[in-house]
Protein backbone atom coordinates (compact mmCIF):
# COMPACT_ATOMS: atom_id res chain seq x y z
CA UNK A 1 0.00 0.00 0.00
CA UNK A 2 1.72 3.15 -0.92
CA UNK A 3 1.81 5.84 1.71
CA UNK A 4 3.26 9.61 1.55
CA UNK A 5 7.10 10.22 2.93
CA UNK A 6 9.04 13.04 3.71
CA UNK A 7 10.76 13.36 0.58
CA UNK A 8 7.39 13.05 -2.09
CA UNK A 9 5.72 15.96 0.22
CA UNK A 10 8.93 18.31 0.67
CA UNK A 11 9.12 17.50 -3.19
CA UNK A 12 5.63 18.36 -4.02
CA UNK A 13 5.59 21.54 -1.63
CA UNK A 14 9.30 22.69 -3.58
CA UNK A 15 7.62 22.24 -7.37
CA UNK A 16 4.66 24.01 -6.09
CA UNK A 17 6.16 27.08 -4.41
CA UNK A 18 8.55 27.65 -7.06
CA UNK A 19 5.73 28.68 -9.26
CA UNK A 20 3.16 30.24 -6.59
CA UNK A 21 3.41 33.12 -3.94
CA UNK A 22 1.80 31.32 -0.93
CA UNK A 23 2.99 28.67 0.97
CA UNK A 24 2.32 24.86 0.82
CA UNK A 25 1.90 22.20 3.34
CA UNK A 26 1.66 18.38 2.56
CA UNK A 27 0.13 16.47 5.86
CA UNK A 28 -0.15 12.43 5.97
CA UNK A 29 -3.31 10.57 6.48
CA UNK A 30 -2.29 11.43 10.24
CA UNK A 31 -2.99 15.12 9.54
CA UNK A 32 0.63 15.16 10.77
CA UNK A 33 2.89 17.51 8.48
CA UNK A 34 5.30 16.02 6.45
CA UNK A 35 6.50 18.50 3.65
CA UNK A 36 6.51 22.89 4.52
CA UNK A 37 7.70 25.97 3.07
CA UNK A 38 7.89 26.70 6.53
CA UNK A 39 10.65 24.31 7.93
CA UNK A 40 9.50 24.82 12.01
CA UNK A 41 6.11 23.28 11.35
CA UNK A 42 7.44 19.97 9.98
CA UNK A 43 6.54 17.09 11.93
CA UNK A 44 3.03 19.34 13.86
CA UNK A 45 -0.49 18.24 13.75
CA UNK A 46 -2.33 20.07 11.43
CA UNK A 47 -6.14 20.36 13.03
CA UNK A 48 -7.54 21.81 9.35
CA UNK A 49 -6.36 18.28 8.00
CA UNK A 50 -7.65 16.31 10.21
CA UNK A 51 -10.90 17.94 9.50
CA UNK A 52 -10.44 16.80 5.84
CA UNK A 53 -9.53 13.52 6.68
CA UNK A 54 -12.37 13.38 8.93
CA UNK A 55 -14.64 14.52 5.96
CA UNK A 56 -13.02 13.79 2.97
CA UNK A 57 -13.87 17.23 1.38
CA UNK A 58 -11.86 20.42 0.59
CA UNK A 59 -11.75 22.74 3.84
CA UNK A 60 -11.79 26.15 3.68
CA UNK A 61 -10.56 28.25 6.55
CA UNK A 62 -10.59 32.32 6.58
CA UNK A 63 -8.79 34.74 9.29
CA UNK A 64 -11.86 34.44 11.84
CA UNK A 65 -11.91 30.37 11.74
CA UNK A 66 -8.20 30.23 11.98
CA UNK A 67 -8.17 31.69 15.40
CA UNK A 68 -10.45 28.99 17.03
CA UNK A 69 -7.83 26.29 15.46
CA UNK A 70 -4.50 24.91 17.07
CA UNK A 71 -1.28 25.28 14.80
CA UNK A 72 -3.76 26.58 11.77
CA UNK A 73 -3.74 29.78 9.54
CA UNK A 74 -5.72 30.89 6.77
CA UNK A 75 -5.80 28.74 3.53
CA UNK A 76 -7.27 25.88 1.43
CA UNK A 77 -7.17 22.21 2.75
CA UNK A 78 -8.19 19.96 0.02
CA UNK A 79 -7.71 15.97 0.16
CA UNK A 80 -4.93 14.12 -1.91
CA UNK A 81 -6.10 11.08 -3.77
CA UNK A 82 -4.33 7.91 -4.98
CA UNK A 83 -6.44 5.12 -6.53
CA UNK A 84 -9.60 6.44 -4.87
CA UNK A 85 -7.92 6.33 -1.63
CA UNK A 86 -7.59 9.17 0.79
CA UNK A 87 -3.89 9.40 1.12
CA UNK A 88 -3.00 12.80 2.78
CA UNK A 89 -4.18 16.55 2.43
CA UNK A 90 -2.55 19.11 0.65
CA UNK A 91 -2.44 22.61 2.31
CA UNK A 92 -2.32 26.13 0.77
CA UNK A 93 -1.88 28.91 3.02
CA UNK A 94 -3.77 31.83 2.59
CA UNK A 95 -7.12 33.79 1.80
CA UNK A 96 -9.57 31.64 0.61
CA UNK A 97 -11.01 33.78 -1.78
CA UNK A 98 -7.69 34.56 -3.25
CA UNK A 99 -6.37 30.38 -3.77
CA UNK A 100 -9.65 29.02 -5.41
CA UNK A 101 -8.10 29.74 -8.70
CA UNK A 102 -5.01 27.63 -8.15
CA UNK A 103 -5.72 25.34 -5.41
CA UNK A 104 -7.13 22.44 -7.37
CA UNK A 105 -4.97 22.87 -10.41
CA UNK A 106 -2.17 22.47 -7.20
CA UNK A 107 -4.12 19.23 -6.14
CA UNK A 108 -4.10 17.96 -9.64
CA UNK A 109 -0.17 18.46 -9.76
CA UNK A 110 0.31 17.01 -6.49
CA UNK A 111 -1.87 13.55 -7.45
CA UNK A 112 0.42 13.77 -10.72
CA UNK A 113 3.23 13.81 -8.38
CA UNK A 114 2.07 10.76 -6.30
CA UNK A 115 1.22 8.67 -9.42
CA UNK A 116 4.32 9.43 -10.92
CA UNK A 117 6.03 8.50 -7.51
CA UNK A 118 3.94 5.42 -7.18
CA UNK A 119 4.91 3.79 -10.27
CA UNK A 120 8.69 4.50 -9.98
CA UNK A 121 8.20 2.52 -6.92
CA UNK A 122 6.05 -0.24 -8.82
CA UNK A 123 8.92 -0.50 -11.15
CA UNK A 124 11.74 -0.45 -9.10
CA UNK A 125 10.13 -3.35 -6.75
CA UNK A 126 9.09 -5.28 -10.38
CA UNK A 127 13.52 -5.26 -11.25
CA UNK A 128 14.30 -6.21 -7.58
CA UNK A 129 11.79 -8.90 -7.17
CA UNK A 130 12.78 -10.51 -10.98
CA UNK A 131 16.62 -10.20 -9.97
CA UNK A 132 15.85 -11.94 -6.75
CA UNK A 133 13.34 -14.67 -8.50
CA UNK A 134 16.03 -15.14 -11.22
CA UNK A 135 18.83 -16.05 -8.72
CA UNK A 136 16.13 -18.68 -7.03
CA UNK A 137 15.73 -20.01 -10.82
CA UNK A 138 18.98 -20.55 -11.14
CA UNK A 139 20.29 -21.84 -8.32
CA UNK A 140 19.99 -25.76 -7.44
CA UNK A 141 16.44 -25.33 -5.05
CA UNK A 142 15.50 -23.60 -8.08
CA UNK A 143 12.15 -25.66 -9.80
CA UNK A 144 10.13 -25.10 -6.94
CA UNK A 145 6.39 -24.56 -8.86
CA UNK A 146 5.77 -21.42 -6.90
CA UNK A 147 8.81 -19.79 -7.87
CA UNK A 148 8.01 -21.01 -11.61
CA UNK A 149 4.50 -19.81 -11.34
CA UNK A 150 5.63 -16.41 -9.91
CA UNK A 151 8.14 -15.89 -13.07
CA UNK A 152 5.60 -16.73 -15.47
CA UNK A 153 3.41 -14.22 -13.30
CA UNK A 154 6.01 -11.86 -14.06
CA UNK A 155 6.72 -12.53 -17.71
CA UNK A 156 10.21 -13.93 -17.34
CA UNK A 157 9.01 -16.70 -19.69
CA UNK A 158 11.07 -19.49 -17.80
CA UNK A 159 10.02 -22.05 -20.44
CA UNK A 160 11.86 -20.96 -23.26
CA UNK A 161 15.27 -22.39 -24.33
CA UNK A 162 18.45 -20.11 -23.56
CA UNK A 163 21.58 -19.47 -23.91
CA UNK A 164 24.03 -18.29 -21.23
CA UNK A 165 27.11 -15.96 -21.96
CA UNK A 166 28.81 -15.12 -18.70
CA UNK A 167 30.87 -11.76 -18.82
CA UNK A 168 33.89 -10.94 -16.95
CA UNK A 169 34.30 -7.14 -16.70
CA UNK A 170 37.30 -4.67 -16.75
CA UNK A 171 37.37 -2.57 -13.53
CA UNK A 172 35.59 0.54 -13.12
CA UNK A 173 32.59 -1.37 -15.37
CA UNK A 174 28.89 -1.75 -14.64
CA UNK A 175 27.43 -5.28 -14.28
CA UNK A 176 23.77 -4.06 -14.25
CA UNK A 177 23.95 -0.95 -16.58
CA UNK A 178 25.44 -4.16 -19.58
CA UNK A 179 22.41 -5.87 -17.99
CA UNK A 180 20.32 -2.94 -18.89
CA UNK A 181 21.42 -2.57 -22.36
CA UNK A 182 21.20 -6.15 -23.49
CA UNK A 183 17.97 -6.09 -21.84
CA UNK A 184 16.83 -3.57 -24.35
CA UNK A 185 18.21 -4.93 -27.47
CA UNK A 186 17.37 -8.79 -26.44
CA UNK A 187 14.01 -9.09 -25.80
CA UNK A 188 13.16 -11.38 -22.69
CA UNK A 189 16.41 -11.92 -21.64
CA UNK A 190 17.89 -12.45 -18.23
CA UNK A 191 20.45 -10.47 -16.87
CA UNK A 192 21.87 -11.71 -13.07
CA UNK A 193 25.14 -9.95 -11.24
CA UNK A 194 26.86 -12.58 -8.52
CA UNK A 195 29.59 -10.46 -8.14
CA UNK A 196 30.75 -6.57 -9.06
CA UNK A 197 32.54 -7.19 -12.27
CA UNK A 198 30.29 -10.63 -13.77
CA UNK A 199 27.17 -10.49 -15.81
CA UNK A 200 25.39 -13.87 -16.75
CA UNK A 201 23.23 -12.94 -19.48
CA UNK A 202 20.40 -15.69 -20.54
CA UNK A 203 19.59 -15.08 -24.04
CA UNK A 204 16.61 -16.52 -25.62
CA UNK A 205 17.49 -19.48 -28.05
CA UNK A 206 15.53 -18.51 -31.18
CA UNK A 207 17.49 -14.82 -30.91
CA UNK A 208 20.64 -15.54 -32.93
CA UNK A 209 23.61 -13.31 -32.25
CA UNK A 210 26.67 -13.37 -34.50
CA UNK A 211 29.24 -13.07 -30.99
CA UNK A 212 32.01 -11.95 -32.52
CA UNK A 213 30.17 -8.86 -33.74
CA UNK A 214 29.03 -8.61 -29.95
CA UNK A 215 32.00 -7.95 -29.08
CA UNK A 216 32.82 -5.27 -31.06
CA UNK A 217 29.91 -3.66 -31.33
CA UNK A 218 30.63 -3.75 -27.05
CA UNK A 219 33.72 -2.50 -27.81
CA UNK A 220 32.80 0.70 -29.50
CA UNK A 221 30.55 1.30 -27.63
CA UNK A 222 33.51 2.26 -24.51
CA UNK A 223 32.74 -1.10 -22.50
CA UNK A 224 35.53 -2.96 -21.28
CA UNK A 225 35.08 -6.72 -21.79
CA UNK A 226 38.03 -8.94 -20.55
CA UNK A 227 36.23 -11.84 -21.50
CA UNK A 228 33.02 -13.93 -22.04
CA UNK A 229 32.31 -17.21 -22.06
CA UNK A 230 29.41 -18.72 -24.21
CA UNK A 231 27.56 -21.76 -23.23
CA UNK A 232 25.20 -23.90 -25.57
CA UNK A 233 21.48 -23.83 -25.89
CA UNK A 234 19.61 -25.19 -22.99
CA UNK A 235 16.25 -26.45 -22.37
CA UNK A 236 14.22 -25.99 -19.53
CA UNK A 237 15.79 -24.59 -16.05
CA UNK A 238 17.73 -27.88 -14.67
CA UNK A 239 19.49 -27.37 -18.55
CA UNK A 240 20.29 -23.91 -18.00
CA UNK A 241 21.93 -24.52 -14.60
CA UNK A 242 24.07 -27.42 -16.20
CA UNK A 243 24.70 -24.79 -18.43
CA UNK A 244 25.43 -21.41 -16.27
CA UNK A 245 28.14 -24.04 -14.06
CA UNK A 246 29.82 -25.17 -17.29
CA UNK A 247 30.37 -21.88 -18.97
CA UNK A 248 31.53 -21.09 -15.03
CA UNK A 249 34.31 -22.95 -15.78
CA UNK A 250 34.72 -21.99 -19.26
CA UNK A 251 35.70 -18.48 -17.73
CA UNK A 252 37.50 -19.88 -15.41
CA UNK A 253 39.61 -21.96 -17.50
CA UNK A 254 40.06 -19.67 -20.17
CA UNK A 255 41.59 -17.07 -17.40
CA UNK A 256 43.61 -18.89 -16.23
CA UNK A 257 44.85 -20.99 -19.33
CA UNK A 258 43.67 -18.66 -22.44
CA UNK A 259 44.78 -15.30 -20.87
CA UNK A 260 44.58 -13.42 -24.34
CA UNK A 261 41.43 -14.88 -25.13
CA UNK A 262 38.42 -13.23 -24.99
CA UNK A 263 35.64 -15.08 -26.67
CA UNK A 264 35.25 -18.59 -25.31
CA UNK A 265 33.09 -21.33 -26.72
CA UNK A 266 32.12 -23.73 -24.77
CA UNK A 267 31.36 -25.84 -27.57
CA UNK A 268 35.22 -25.60 -28.80
CA UNK A 269 36.43 -26.36 -24.88
CA UNK A 270 33.90 -28.16 -23.80
CA UNK A 271 36.71 -31.97 -23.01
CA UNK A 272 39.55 -29.60 -21.54
CA UNK A 273 37.19 -27.96 -19.06
CA UNK A 274 35.68 -30.72 -17.88
CA UNK A 275 39.83 -31.62 -17.53
CA UNK A 276 40.63 -28.59 -15.81
CA UNK A 277 37.84 -28.63 -13.42
CA UNK A 278 39.98 -31.90 -11.97
CA UNK A 279 43.43 -30.63 -12.58
CA UNK A 280 44.30 -31.48 -9.23
CA UNK A 281 43.08 -35.35 -9.41
CA UNK A 282 46.34 -38.04 -9.79
CA UNK A 283 44.33 -39.29 -12.54
CA UNK A 284 44.74 -36.36 -14.91
CA UNK A 285 48.59 -35.64 -13.57
CA UNK A 286 49.34 -39.36 -14.75
CA UNK A 287 47.50 -37.90 -18.12
CA UNK A 288 49.67 -35.22 -18.38
CA UNK A 289 53.29 -37.10 -18.26
CA UNK A 290 54.21 -37.71 -21.68
CA UNK A 291 53.87 -33.96 -22.19
CA UNK A 292 56.14 -33.02 -19.06
CA UNK A 293 58.45 -35.40 -20.84
CA UNK A 294 58.83 -32.89 -24.06
CA UNK A 295 58.91 -30.15 -22.01
CA UNK A 296 61.80 -31.22 -20.27
CA UNK A 297 63.98 -31.15 -23.33
CA UNK A 298 62.48 -28.28 -25.05
CA UNK A 299 64.63 -25.60 -24.35
CA UNK A 300 63.71 -22.89 -26.91
CA UNK A 301 60.08 -24.16 -27.02
CA UNK A 302 59.88 -25.13 -30.50
CA UNK A 303 58.25 -28.76 -29.66
CA UNK A 304 55.55 -27.29 -28.19
CA UNK A 305 54.72 -24.30 -30.69
CA UNK A 306 54.80 -27.32 -33.04
CA UNK A 307 52.44 -29.38 -31.15
CA UNK A 308 49.79 -26.97 -30.56
CA UNK A 309 49.66 -25.89 -34.12
CA UNK A 310 49.40 -30.08 -34.77
CA UNK A 311 46.40 -29.93 -32.82
CA UNK A 312 45.29 -26.62 -34.23
CA UNK A 313 45.21 -28.37 -37.21
CA UNK A 314 43.55 -31.67 -36.47
CA UNK A 315 46.81 -33.52 -37.39
CA UNK A 316 47.00 -32.18 -40.89
CA UNK A 317 50.37 -32.27 -41.97
CA UNK A 318 50.40 -29.73 -44.55
CA UNK A 319 47.90 -27.14 -43.02
CA UNK A 320 50.05 -27.41 -39.82
CA UNK A 321 53.63 -27.12 -41.86
CA UNK A 322 52.10 -24.57 -43.37
CA UNK A 323 51.02 -22.67 -40.37
CA UNK A 324 54.73 -23.07 -38.92
CA UNK A 325 56.42 -21.97 -42.43
CA UNK A 326 58.51 -25.07 -42.55
CA UNK A 327 58.38 -28.40 -44.78
CA UNK A 328 57.07 -31.37 -44.54
CA UNK A 329 60.33 -32.99 -43.85
CA UNK A 330 60.89 -30.75 -40.64
CA UNK A 331 57.77 -31.25 -39.07
CA UNK A 332 57.86 -34.85 -39.85
CA UNK A 333 61.50 -34.97 -38.33
CA UNK A 334 59.90 -32.58 -34.96
CA UNK A 335 56.96 -35.38 -34.63
CA UNK A 336 59.71 -37.87 -34.36
CA UNK A 337 61.72 -35.44 -31.63
CA UNK A 338 58.31 -35.47 -29.68
CA UNK A 339 57.45 -39.24 -30.10
CA UNK A 340 60.93 -40.14 -28.31
CA UNK A 341 60.68 -38.38 -25.85
CA UNK A 342 56.74 -38.56 -24.77
CA UNK A 343 56.57 -42.07 -25.26
CA UNK A 344 53.66 -41.49 -27.14
CA UNK A 345 53.45 -41.63 -31.06
CA UNK A 346 51.14 -38.06 -32.01
CA UNK A 347 50.16 -39.95 -35.24
CA UNK A 348 48.02 -42.57 -33.43
CA UNK A 349 44.81 -41.09 -32.08
CA UNK A 350 45.31 -42.58 -28.84
CA UNK A 351 49.07 -40.77 -28.73
CA UNK A 352 47.47 -37.22 -30.06
CA UNK A 353 44.41 -37.23 -27.41
CA UNK A 354 47.19 -37.78 -24.65
CA UNK A 355 49.24 -34.82 -25.64
CA UNK A 356 46.38 -32.26 -27.06
CA UNK A 357 44.73 -32.91 -23.46
CA UNK A 358 48.10 -31.70 -22.45
CA UNK A 359 48.57 -28.99 -24.24
CA UNK A 360 44.98 -27.85 -23.54
CA UNK A 361 45.88 -27.82 -19.74
CA UNK A 362 49.15 -25.81 -19.84
CA UNK A 363 48.65 -22.35 -19.44
CA UNK A 364 49.66 -20.12 -22.82
CA UNK A 365 51.89 -16.90 -22.52
CA UNK A 366 50.55 -13.81 -22.35
Request: charged content about 25%; some cysteine.
Amino acid sequence: MFELDHELAQDIVDRTMAILPYNVNVMDNQGLILGSGEPERINTRHEGAQLVLANGRVVEIDGQTAKHLKGVLPGINLPLMHDQRLIGVLGITGEPDGLRTYAELVRMTAEMLVSQRHQQAEQQWRRQRCDDLLALLLADTGDSPRLIDEAQQLGLKPQLARTPYLFELGVGQSAEALGAWLSSRYPDSWCVSSAQLSLLWCRPAALPVDDPRLLEKLDGLGWNILRVAVGGQAQGLAGLRRCYRRVGDLLAYGRDILPHARLLILNRYRLPVMLWRHRNDDALDELLNPLRKVLARDSNGQLLVTLRSWCEHDGQSQACADALGIHRNSLRYRMERIAELSGVDPLTLDGMLALYLGVQLLPQAL
